[in-house]
């Protein structure tokens, strides 16, 4: 089945600091890659859409300039935390989808990345 | 906009049979996926549904009725593993072509002996 990874897996940064994520569809090409952010006890909330190739798209109160999408090729996507804050930390979530035509344009979860801003 | 709702928990025993419905409303739907997900895990997905019926996958069946906006996921001979969230998600297809995926809140399961 499709694979998806990211990393770090979990990353403790100081206040102030950048922290990146990547997320890796690892056997299949993926145009299009989503970016999550789960608080505790509540469902996923999307943030972005990332197109290989293009801007992101961002959801209606998610600030571009803090959270840096780079989708630079059919199987990397970064997210990045800039200056980030204690409110930052969450559970950030990646998927993938597959190019059309192959499962219904399944999204497939990367593991996620668990952020603890100090 | 999109609203998507389903019970906040629910509880079984082993070896039960257990309903999970979930009720969408949504315009430009373009189907609608079940996923599993584990305390501190990522989701993990279980079935996909564009046309109306059902879908058979193992221990698990997912049912969905356009018309109705409703859906709901059917589990099988419970497994104390089972306990998890499950989430209801719809898939949306803007004008611009692009396509959303909307996540429900989730309904806890916990599987008792």
């Known amino acids: 089945g499709a694979v998806v990874s990211q990393h770090p897996s979990r990353v403790i940064c100081k206040s102030g600091t950048s922290v990146k994520i990547e997320c890796r569809s690892l056997d299949f090409q993926a145009t299009t890659m989503f970016w999550y952010r789960q608080f505790p006890k509540q469902s996923l909330m999307l943030m972005a859409t990332?197109?290989?190739?293009?801007?992101?798209?961002?959801e209606q109160g998610v600030e571009k300039d803090k959270f840096l999408i780079n989708h630079a090729s059919l199987t990397l996507s970064t997210l990045t935390v800039t200056s980030a804050h204690p409110e930052d930390s969450s559970f950030y979530i990646c998927?993938?989808?597959?190019?059309?035509?192959?499962?219904?344009?399944?999204?497939?979860f990367g593991p996620g990345t668990r952020l603890l801003v100090l | 906009g999109q609203n998507i709702d389903q019970p906040t928990e629910m509880t079984a025993t082993e070896g039960a049979i257990v309903q999970i419905n979930c009720t969408y409303q949504t315009s430009g739907f373009n189907g609608l996926f079940w996923y599993q997900q584990h305390a501190g895990e990522a989701p993990t997905f279980l079935s996909y549904?564009?046309?109306?019926g059902l879908e058979e996958k193992g221990r698990f069946s997912s049912f969905l009725s356009r018309s109705k906006g409703y859906s709901y996921l059917l589990l099988k001979e419970l497994q104390m593993k089972d306990s998890a969230s499950y989430l209801c998600?719809?898939?949306?297809?803007?004008?611009?072509?692009?396509?959303?995926?909307?996540f429900g809140k989730g309904t806890m399961l916990l599987v008792s002996p």
């Open positions: 998927s993938a989808r597959d190019l059309p035509g192959r499962t219904g344009e399944t999204q497939y």
């Open positions: 549904n564009v046309l109306d």
């Open positions: 990332s197109n290989e190739g293009s801007k992101a798209t961002y």
């Open positions: 998600a719809v898939r949306s297809l803007a004008n611009s072509g692009y396509s959303t995926l909307t």
